[in-house]
């Protein structure tokens, strides 16, 4: 049974940092696609960033240039640092697994990353 555990997040304000890390267990991390997402109050799942066991990534318009996602497979992990944090980024940032060239897709809990002063 796959299970992704995040962490990171908190409270920080406009113009930081911050940076959220995921760990993935109970199969092998190298076949994943993995994702962020984000989800607003009161809006839907957004896709934040995607990087593929090739090192591949992608970003959503509204974070490039402030976001990257990179993958540690030795350590199971993926990480998604942000800058110049804006109060629009406010979400619950998901950490996502899907297997290369499948379709069934796993989530963590969600963490909770509020941007104010």
């Known amino acids: 049974q796959v299970q992704l555990v995040e962490s990171g997040g908190g409270l920080v304000q406009p113009g930081g940092s911050l940076s959220l890390s995921c760990v993935l267990s109970?199969?092998?991390?190298?076949?994943?696609?993995m994702g962020w997402y984000r989800q607003a109050p009161g809006k839907q799942r957004e896709l934040v960033a995607t990087i593929t066991n090739a090192d591949s990534t992608n970003y959503a318009d509204s974070v490039k240039g402030r976001a990257t996602i990179s993958r540690d497979d030795a350590k199971s992990t993926v990480y998604l640092q942000m800058n110049s944090l804006k109060p629009e980024d406010t979400a619950v940032y998901y950490c996502n697994a899907r297997p290369t060239g499948g379709s069934r897709m796993y989530w963590g809990q969600g963490t909770q990353v509020t941007v104010s002063s």
């Open positions: 109970g199969n092998n991390f190298r076949i994943y696609v």
